[in-house]
């Protein structure tokens, strides 16, 4: 399967990056993209009172905009994550995933939020605006089952095995991590996941921007099931075009059997 990650810039209103994705995906109309992979809240600035501010329900307009977008070209979208106004009244960063015919086959809030405080870095704190997700989400599409985190979910391993027990051979993260963060766990961790679950993790970023109070350290990549970056972005806006083939999964995971040969009733789970 061909996967393209957009890399965007982030504009400060949700129109302007709708009007940019579909600009985006114009310019990759022809390049036979299966599947098309967006940044963790690209619809909006990364800032905790942005998210209520910019918050829609499932259904709201810019779910519809992506929706259609999925359909007119003819792709599978994992449409980065949004602020999702939740029917309890709370609010999500929440991840959809569309098909070529634009049905939403998947949905993933947030189960960890990022809430930290590095001595030196980054002090960020999502818990003051939003809620946490509650479950591990996998989907199915022609190429085969595909699990679903976004960004912290990625630092908890057992957040990527479940996805894996539950069948997935591919792992959707739409992240963006910080200038502390970055540097130090971006490709190490995406790797992590991808050795351990001999899968094919795929993290998305938003571009990076000095303008903003949260800045993206970008460098959206694919990792293989054998740990390997096979593509990686810089930090200015762009496009990743990656062919991955899912046969790969079970011969590695044929040639180094690690899934097979746990030992569950040693590891308390």
């Known amino acids: 399967m061909k996967i393209v990650q957009l890399q965007t810039h982030v504009a400060d209103n949700t129109r302007d990056n709708l009007d940019n994705l579909r600009r985006q995906l114009e310019i990759i109309r022809d390049a036979g993209a299966d599947l098309v992979c967006l940044g963790e809240m690209f619809t909006c600035p990364y800032d905790t009172p942005n998210f209520p501010r910019y918050a829609e329900p499932e259904g709201g307009e810019a779910w519809q905009a992506l929706s259609r977008l999925a359909e007119e ?3 599978y979208l994992s449409a980065g994550t949004v602020p999702e106004a939740g029917p309890d009244g709370k609010c999500y960063n929440t991840a959809y995933v569309f098909d070529r015919a634009g049905r939403q086959i998947a949905k993933h809030r947030k189960v960890h939020l990022f809430d930290v ?3 030196g870095g980054q002090r960020f704190k999502e818990s003051e ?6 479950q591990v989400t996998v989907f199915d599409t022609e190429f085969g089952r595909m699990g679903l985190a976004i960004c912290f979910d990625m630092r908890f391993p057992e957040l990527a095995r479940g996805m894996v027990e539950r069948g997935a051979k591919v792992i959707l993260a739409p992240a963006a991590f910080n200038m502390t963060t970055g540097p130090a766990h971006w490709a190490l961790m995406f790797r992590a996941r991808a050795v ?3 899968c094919f993790v795929i993290g998305t970023s938003v571009a990076r921007d000095e303008a903003f109070s949260y800045v993206a350290w970008g460098h959206s990549l694919v990792a293989d099931p054998w740990g390997r970056i096979v593509s990686e972005l810089g930090a ?17 995971r044929q ?3 690690l899934l097979s040969a746990r030992r569950k ?3 308390g789970e």
Request: hydrophobic share 40%; charged share 25%.
């Open 117 to 119: 405080d590095i001595r």
């Open 129 to 134: 605006t939003l809620s946490a997700g509650n």
């Open 236 to 252: 200015e806006p762009g496009m990743a075009v990656t062919d991955i083939d899912l046969a790969y999964v079970e011969e590695i």
């Open 196 to 198: 351990d679950n001999q």
């Open 265 to 267: 009733d040693l590891y």
């Open 255 to 257: 040639q180094l059997p």
């Open 73 to 75: 070209f003819g792709i």
